[in-house]
Structure formats: C-alpha cells, structure tokens
T-cell receptor
Framework: EAQVTQNPRYLITVTGKKLTVTCSQNMNHEYMSWYRQDPGLGLRQIYYSMNVEVTDKGDVPEGYKVSRKEKRNFPLILESPSPNQTSLYFC????????????FGPGTRLTVL | DQQVKQNSPSLSVQEGRISILNCDYT??????FLWYKKYPAEGPTFLIS???IKDKNEDGRFTVFLNKSAKHLSLHIVPSQPGDSAVYFCAASWGGGYNNNDMRFGAGTRLTVKP
C-alpha cells in the first residue's frame, strides 16, 4: 500500500528536550516536505526537500531542522522545542513539482509544555 | 500574509443538498489550484484540482469552478453525503516555482453534512 508514515503520532514533551519526528514514504517520491497546521492558519510549510541531500527552508523554518540522507526518509528535528511549536505536523511526499498532488502522512500532534 | 483565504470556517448542509465551499486568493501568479479533504486523525488527501487555463473541472459529485478575474474558486459537492463531513483545504501553486514552497494553503472549512 502506497503511504506516508509518521512516528510518533502523539507526543507530549517539555521545553528544551530534543526530539525527532520520523517520516517515511514508499512511493519513491523525490519531493518531501513538512507542514504544521494551526487553527486559522491552515498548513504552513516548514522545510522541503527536492531529493536526497537537497533541503531548503519553507515559510516557517525557525526552530526546526531536517535531513534527507535517504530518498524514503525525511525526519523533522526540534533541537530545543518551545511551547510555540505545539502544533499538528504533517509530512508529505510527491513526484517533482510543480502541480503534483501531495500525499500526506497521518499527522503528529506535538505538545510542548 | 495569507495568499489563500477560506473565509468560512464552517458550513453545515442537509444530506442530498449542494455544498459550496469558497476560496479566494490574492497572488495572480497562481496557476494551479487543488482541494484537499481531511478527516479527523488523518492527513489531508487530494480531492480535485484545476488549472488556470480552465474554468471548470468535474469529477463525479465534485466540481471545482475557477473565476480568474475575481481570483475566486469554489468546490461544489452534489449531492452531499454524510461521509463528506470533513475539513476541506484549498491550495494554490504556480508553475514558475520549481518547488512546492510556492504552494499556499487556506485555513480550511469544516463541512458537516446532516442526515
């Protein structure tokens, strides 16, 4: 089954404790990205990757890091989480843009206390 | 600056009637538009899209209309079914950008279809 998986699905942590949210896709897609969803703001892109070892900032990259060492994986790293990073996070993948529909993971709900 | 706006946070319709979800955009560079549907505890899934060279695209019960002069698009669902109850996101992108950093999403509209 073609899918994008994310782990964990739910996470409660404390300020400053480093965490990683994993993302993996089995569709051999070149393009992957991370979004956060906040009430009234829709989906905002954090980082994206056009291919292995190629990553770039989206609209809201502050406080996040990513890496793309393998085509299928695109982890999101929060080195020192803060309460304003409490959000619902989605990973997505697609064939190379433009104009390709994106396939989203099920989401990770993160709470930073 | 939200370049894609969905001004109705929620919409409630009766089963069998038409649902109309609206979306406005401000960036005239956008030339491709998509609708995604999201159920609770799941990620958004692609529903339907339209290129700026068209003014209508239909897929079964779903039709998207594009009015470029008004920078407005709408999604029509006819007839609406209870299973259509979800959050609908409008998205816009432009082909000049070689990455989906040039895709923008609206805030979403929660549709409730009552039996």
């Amino acid at each position: 089954e073609a899918q994008v998986t994310q782990n964990p699905r739910y996470l409660i942590t404390v300020t400053g404790k480093k965490l990683t949210v994993t993302c993996s896709q089995n569709m051999n897609h070149e393009y992957m990205s991370w979004y956060r969803q906040d009430p009234g703001l829709g989906l905002r892109q954090i980082y994206y990757s056009m291919n292995v070892e190629v990553t770039d900032k989206g609209d809201v990259p502050e406080g996040y890091k990513v890496s793309r060492k393998e085509k299928r994986n695109f982890p999101l790293i929060l080195e020192s989480p803060s309460p304003n990073q409490t959000s619902l996070y989605f990973c997505a993948s697609s064939p190379p843009p433009p104009h390709e529909e994106q396939f989203f993971g099920p989401g990770t709900r993160l709470t930073v206390l | 600056d939200q370049q894609v706006k969905q001004n109705s946070p929620s919409l409630s319709v009766q089963e069998g009637r038409i649902s109309i979800l609206n979306c406005d955009y401000t960036n005239s560079m956008f030339d491709y538009f998509l609708w995604y549907k999201k159920y609770p505890a799941e990620g958004p899934t692609f529903l339907i899209s339209i290129s700026s060279i068209k003014d209508k695209n239909e897929d079964g019960r779903f039709t998207v209309f594009l009015n470029k002069s008004a920078k407005h698009l709408s999604l029509h669902i006819v007839p609406s079914q209870p299973g259509d109850s979800a959050v609908y996101f409008c998205a816009a992108s432009w082909g000049g950008g070689y990455n989906n950093n040039d895709m923008r999403f609206g805030a979403g509209t929660r549709l409730t279809v009552k039996p």
